[in-house]
């Protein structure tokens, strides 16, 4: 039965990488993709530009039947989703934070480099999840630009810009945060660099948490689902690298 869909937002094709993690637990749910590739970055814009884009695209979604929306940006989530949730008490809004609170559950006092865009690492709901779960061995890099190579796939430059900022990490690092939804697409390129690292990425805990919400709310779909992307800059080639990435 139909009964609404997930509405997932990003900055761009970003939350793909959360999308696919959602998509292995939950198969048979429709979804509503929305990539904000015209206000790409979300990184560097200060917390009323986010709330007022993420207002709108919310309302879109809603417009669309949403059930609920996953915020599939870090950025977003840390400075609009406790606006969103005061705005639109009725809507279940399921948010994406840098998974630094799994490095304290599994390998407590390893070195750590946490990645993550200027705005996430300026935002007070990431200083509180910093404070909350220090192991005192954390390095955090805020990745300014990084995305914005990882959205338009600039493979050279993405290259080049981790040979930049990483190189100092080198054989220091055991574990590397991804607290960009972008960032999990060049996870290689990154281990290139630091070496064997291991990642820590929220999206697979965000679609177990998505899923026990769904059935506790009653609200699982049990037809056969379907995807549906929308681009705000109507771009055929960001649709196109969309379900490219998504069958990888
Ligand atoms: N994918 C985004 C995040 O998780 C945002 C990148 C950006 O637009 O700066 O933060």
């Known amino acids: 039965m139909q009964n609404g869909n997930i509405g997932i937002f990003d900055s761009g094709i970003g939350g ?7 998509i292995k637990l939950l198969p048979n749910e429709n979804y ?3 990539s ?7 990184g560097d814009k200060s917390d009323q530009e986010i709330k007022n884009i993420c207002d709108k695209i919310v309302l879109h979604l809603i417009n669309k039947n949403a059930k609920v929306i996953v915020i599939a940006c870090n950025t977003a989530s840390a400075k609009a989703v406790s606006f969103l949730r005061k705005k639109y008490p009725n809507m279940i809004f399921i948010a994406i934070e840098p998974a630094y609170k799994m490095v304290h559950d599994y390998n407590y006092s390893e070195p750590t480099l946490i990645m993550a865009t200027k705005g996430t690492i300026e935002s007070e709901k990431f200083n509180l999840l910093l404070k909350k779960y220090n192991n005192h061995n954390t390095y955090i890099l805020a990745c300014k630009g990084l995305a914005d190579l990882i959205e338009s796939d600039n493979k050279l430059e993405i290259k080049k810009y981790l040979n930049e900022h990483l190189n100092k990490y080198k054989n220091k ?12 697409l060049i996870e290689n390129d990154i281990k290139e660099i630091l070496g064997p690292v291991k990642f820590f990425n929220g999206s697979p805990n965000l679609a177990k948490h ?3 919400i769904l059935e506790t709310n009653n609200l699982l779909n049990n037809g056969e689902g379907n995807i549906i992307f929308l681009d705000s800059s109507n771009s055929k080639n960001k649709e196109k690298r969309f379900y490219e990435l998504l069958k990888k």
Do not use: A, R
Request: proline content about 6%; some cysteine; charged content about 20%.
């Open 210 to 212: 998505l899923k026990d």
């Open 16 to 22: 793909v990488t959360v999308l696919k993690e959602i």
């Open 173 to 184: 690092i055991k574990n590397v945060v991804l607290g960009c939804t972008h960032y999990p």
């Open 32 to 34: 509503i993709y929305y």
């Open 36 to 42: 904000d590739s015209i206000n790409n970055p979300y």
